[in-house]
């Protein structure tokens, strides 16, 4: 099973959520049908892109060090948004 890193954002005030899951598609339904209270205020949010991972500690790891280390945050960020 595939685990994912994600970065979605806020359509209403511009600040992006990131959060891991083994389906992105579920999760973002799942932001979006006011079933996380992390974002419940943020409605709608669309996906921005996401990282794969072989495991969900990998996938928790990476989560936990893009919101611990705002050096870490903001080249997530930065890769995930240019196109």
């Not at 899951?21 to 932001?31: F, I, P, W, Y």
């Not at 991972?53 to 903001?74: C, I, P, V």
């Amino acid at each position: 099973m595939r685990y994912y890193v994600y970065l979605i954002q806020s359509e209403k005030d511009g600040n992006y959520y990131i959060g891991q899951t083994d389906s992105v598609k579920k999760r973002l339904t799942e932001h979006n049908a006011d079933l996380v209270k992390a974002t419940r205020h943020r409605r709608p949010l669309k996906l921005i892109g996401y990282e794969v991972y072989n495991s969900r500690n990998e996938a928790r790891w990476r989560e936990f060090q893009l919101k611990k280390h705002g050096d870490k945050k903001k080249k997530f960020i930065e890769d995930l948004t240019k196109n």
